[in-house]
């Protein structure tokens, strides 16, 4: 049996099974079994499909990544080609794009490095078509972009269904674009769970929870460490309504927690009424990348997910420089990050730094160390030794 049977008749298994007191502990010893043979499709040695991103991959630049991911002709080269200026072939024909295409886009002085990538179908994850590839590609990036066709697959449908048929069948395709990067261990729009699992010698398992544990129980838990064969271990649960996958995320390990925007691509062939509907659904922009209809709203929105850190320096007697920010990405902006972006001795040779801006305690300017975090458009100055 292959791993994609293999998993396909754990599904089914779980699927028949009624989750109840007497159950729990089965179902989390299968979540776990679950996880460990998609651990096997993931890992680059196994067969059917090929490997990881291998030909894929392209060249990084800018200091963020945004890929495009979707059903063939969605309109994904489209907009690429539109955006950055980069030449991506366009046909009416599904995968039209065979590997990934690089460009560029300028957003508020930072280059973001935009990667257009082929199309994925159903079951991708499972080695179908060149899914896997197009998702080891996507585990990297900064930001993805899931673009939908607003227009599919609803064509012939009658007008009045059509309705409120869009809005449904738009949040229908954007989950089974997502089950695809979730088999593949990407997580959209979430945080890591609070969950920690340390493992001791000995003194067998211990759960400890400062929140209700509301999703799972100790069976589920027992059940899981069980199939990992945890059997000596702390573990400490604080997220908010915990579930069994959470869980498993934990243990496991490589699981990769990225930002996602649906794009819901070609409004220009819809009725106002439409558009209403597709505006409710929830971290959404709907947009034409054909006529070029709110590409700003979804310039804004890349931007605010990028959650990028811009800089700018100013030299001792003179203005700042508001035209090159030394861009930084949250969580690598300090003082010091901030002197590595522009040259490697910079940090040796620094004195102190003086910070005006929001993370400056007053508006005359602060002056600081290192390891100084720094807020998006700070001005820095850097005083030499
Ligand atoms: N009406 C309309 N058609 C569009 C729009 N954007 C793209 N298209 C058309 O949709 C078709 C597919 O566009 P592509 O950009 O090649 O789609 P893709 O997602 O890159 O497709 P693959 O590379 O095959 O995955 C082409 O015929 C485009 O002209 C849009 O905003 N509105
Ligand atoms: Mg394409």
């Keep these: 049996m292959t791993t994609v049977q293999k998993i396909k008749e754990i599904e089914d298994e779980m699927a028949k099974t009624q989750k109840n007191k007497a159950t729990s502990y089965h179902l989390g010893q299968l979540k776990a079994k679950l996880a460990k043979l998609r651990r096997e499709?993931?890992?680059?040695?196994?067969?059917?499909?090929?490997?990881?991103?291998v030909g894929f991959d392209v060249a990084r630049t800018g200091v963020a990544s945004v890929g495009f991911v979707g059903f063939p002709s969605v309109g994904k080269s489209t907009l690429m080609s539109k955006l950055t200026g980069t030449h991506s072939e366009v046909s009416a024909i599904d995968f039209t794009t065979l590997t990934t295409v690089p460009g560029t886009v300028k957003v508020h002085g930072a280059p973001i490095q935009i990667l257009d990538l082929p199309g994925i179908i159903e079951g991708a994850a499972d080695g179908k078509g060149r899914g896997r590839q197009v998702i080891a590609v996507a585990r990297t990036v900064n930001l993805i972009f899931i673009v939908l066709d607003v227009l599919k697959p609803l064509g012939d449908k009658k007008v009045v269904l059509r309705l409120r048929v869009r809005e449904h069948t738009a949040k229908f395709l954007a989950q089974i674009i997502e089950n695809e990067l979730e088999g593949f261990g990407i997580r959209l729009n979430k945080k890591p769970p609070n969950i920690t699992v340390r493992k001791k010698e000995k003194g067998g398992i211990a759960i400890t929870?400062?929140?209700?544990?509301?999703?799972?129980?100790?069976?589920?838990?027992k059940g899981i460490l069980n199939e990992f064969k945890l059997s000596n271990c702390d573990v400490a649960i604080r997220e908010p309504?915990?579930?069994?996958?959470?869980?498993?995320?934990?243990?496991?390990?490589?699981?990769?927690?990225?930002?996602?925007?649906?794009?819901?691509?070609?409004?220009d062939a819809i009725s106002i009424e439409e558009l209403d509907l597709?505006?409710?659904?929830?971290m959404s922009v709907p947009i034409s990348s054909k006529e070029w209809l709110n590409i700003d709203e979804l310039i804004e929105k890349m931007w605010e997910s990028l959650d990028l850190v811009r800089v700018y320096t100013k030299p001792r007697g003179l203005a700042p420089d508001y035209n090159a920010p030394v861009v930084l990405r949250r969580g690598k902006c300090s003082v010091e990050d901030f002197c590595n972006a522009i040259h490697k001795e910079i940090a040796k040779q620094m004195k102190y730094a003086i910070v005006w801006g929001s993370s400056a305690k007053h508006a005359r300017g602060q002056k600081v160390g290192l390891e100084h975090i720094l807020?998006?458009?700070d001005v820095v100055h850097i005083s030499k030794k």
Excluded: F, M
């Design 41 to 53: 499709l993931i890992a680059p040695s196994s067969g059917g499909g090929g490997g990881t991103g």
């Design 209 to 221: 929870h400062t929140v209700p544990l509301t999703n799972i129980d100790q069976d589920d838990i």
């Design 241 to 267: 309504n915990a579930t069994a996958d959470d869980l498993v995320d934990v243990i496991e390990g490589n699981r990769i927690y990225i930002p996602a925007i649906y794009v819901l691509n070609k409004i």
């Design 278 to 282: 597709l505006y409710k659904i929830p």
């Design 375 to 377: 807020e998006d458009e």
